[in-house]
C-alpha cells in the first residue's frame, strides 16, 4: 500500500489518510470507517499496528472499535498529537 500517515481524529472518530499524491488536503479525509466512535476526555485510546497483515487497529477504553486503516506495508513512523479543546 501506498499510505504515508494514518490518523485517529479522537473528536468525531473519524479518520484522515494520504498517500501524499493526492492535490487538495480535502482529498486526503476518509473519515468514514468501521467501528468509527468519538472519545472524551479521560477515555484512552490504543492503537495496534500489524506488520504480518497491515493493519491498523483502534482501541478505546480496552474496548476493539475495529481496523481503521488496512493494506499497510513499508516503514512508517508514529506521531502524536494533543490538543485542549
Sequence with gaps: GKVHLCQYYCITGSRLWT???RERRDEMN????AGMEE????DTIGMLMNLVEGTLTVYKDN???GVMKAGLSGPYCWYVSLINC
Design 19 to 21: 498517500d501524499f499524491e
Design 63 to 65: 474496548r476493539r472499535l
Design 30 to 33: 476518509d473519515s468514514q470507517w
Design 39 to 42: 472519545c472524551q476526555a479521560g
